[in-house]
């Protein structure tokens, strides 16, 4: 993955539904889901979850005509890891590019 481009901070407690809804509002309404893939236990015992997301306005605004947004889902421990629990998103970090198979958190 490119380096996060901005990260967007939930309150703790934040539903996937409601952190999903928010991701969406902060881009063009015509974003479409590329690929949802949860990452579980990664080298660092960290989990999440990688959201990519195409639009049409988006790539015409970067000049790429396959650009996606990669958007990571998940929640900090006390420990500094990243967990993903379905009931606790509290940030999404963006980055432009799709997130590449077998990436960690």
Do not use: R
């Amino acid at each position: 993955m490119s380096s996060t481009d901005f990260t967007f901070v939930m309150p703790t407690g934040t539903s996937l539904a409601f952190a999903k809804s928010s991701v969406l509002a902060q881009l063009p309404p015509d974003a479409v889901t590329q690929s949802y893939t949860v990452v579980s236990g990664d080298s660092n015992g960290s989990s999440c979850a990688f959201w990519d997301l195409t639009s049409t306005t988006l790539s015409g605004a970067v000049g790429d005509p396959g650009a996606v947004v990669n958007v990571e889902l998940a929640s900090i421990t006390p420990g500094g890891t990243l967990a993903y629990d379905v009931q606790n998103i509290d940030q999404a970090a963006f980055s432009l590019g799709a997130q590449p198979a077998g990436f960690g958190c």
